[in-house]
């Protein structure tokens, strides 16, 4: 299986400041015949679903702000949110969809300072 | 919109079947170019893709639980289901059914129903 790794496990930033979120695979997740990025990053806040922030690891879902970006090749992954806003606290996950089994990161906890 | 719904019994007894359902709506679950998947996040802890399902009943599972786990479509009702069988108090979990989208990937997963809480405990 890739293992995926984020770091840190918790984040506390202050509101207006870039939060920094970083995520690596065991094995590279870049597809070289179309090169993209197997890596997704998730949003799950309290009591609801994840939700898709950034697919093929830098590409904005629809609807979701521009202060969240997603950058990154091969096995090293991050999620820039820039401008942290109180509405951003909730617990962020990468995933691969390289190589089935699927697999997530530990997910990273973002709070306000 | 799509949207999806799990239902099923919220405690299970160890050693027992764990049966779910995932409702979907706003789309046909008979479509092609789509997966439907159940996964679980245990409590405090990450996601587990448990496996998917597509067009024409095919399915793919996660090698950990491959032995304990069917999934299955019920294109009648625009279903799909979740069996788990001999459960024990590690399957306790949320689980939850997801979609994922052609324009971004097999695996990478856009829509989510709401999850349910499934213990385990005698």
């Known amino acids: 299986d890739i293992v995926m790794t984020q770091s840190p496990d918790s984040l506390a930033v202050s509101l207006g400041e870039r939060a920094t979120i970083s995520c690596k695979s065991s094995?590279?997740?870049?597809?070289?015949?179309?090169?993209?990025?197997?890596l997704v990053w998730y949003q799950q806040k309290p009591g609801q679903p994840p939700k898709q922030l950034i697919y093929?690891?830098?590409t904005r879902e629809s609807g979701v702000p521009d202060r969240f970006s997603g950058s990154g090749s091969g096995t090293d992954f991050t999620l820039t949110i820039s401008g942290l806003q109180a509405e951003d606290v909730a617990v962020y996950f990468c995933q691969q969809h390289f190589d089935r089994p699927f697999t997530f990161g530990q997910g990273t906890n973002l709070e306000i300072k | 919109q799509v949207q999806l719904q799990e239902s099923g019994p919220g405690l299970v007894k160890p050693s027992q079947t764990l049966s779910l359902t995932c409702t979907v709506s706003?789309?046909?679950?008979?479509?092609?170019?789509?997966?439907y998947s159940w996964i679980r996040r245990h409590p405090g802890r990450g996601l587990e893709w448990i496996g998917y399902?597509?067009?024409?009943?095919?399915?793919q599972y996660n090698p950990s639980l491959k032995s304990r786990v069917t999934i299955s479509l019920d294109t009648s009702k625009n279903q799909f289901s979740l069996e788990m069988r001999s459960v024990t108090a590690a399957d306790t979990a949320v689980y939850f059914c997801?979609?994922?989208?052609?324009?971004?990937?097999?695996?990478?997963?856009?829509?989510w129903g709401q999850g349910t809480l499934v213990t385990v405990s005698s």
């Open positions: 997801a979609r994922d989208d052609d324009s971004s990937g097999i695996g990478s997963f856009d829509c």
């Open positions: 093929w690891a830098s």
């Open positions: 399902i597509y067009y024409g009943g095919n399915t």
């Open positions: 706003g789309a046909s679950i008979s479509r092609r170019g789509y997966h």
């Open positions: 094995q590279s997740i870049l597809n070289s015949s179309n090169n993209k990025n197997y």
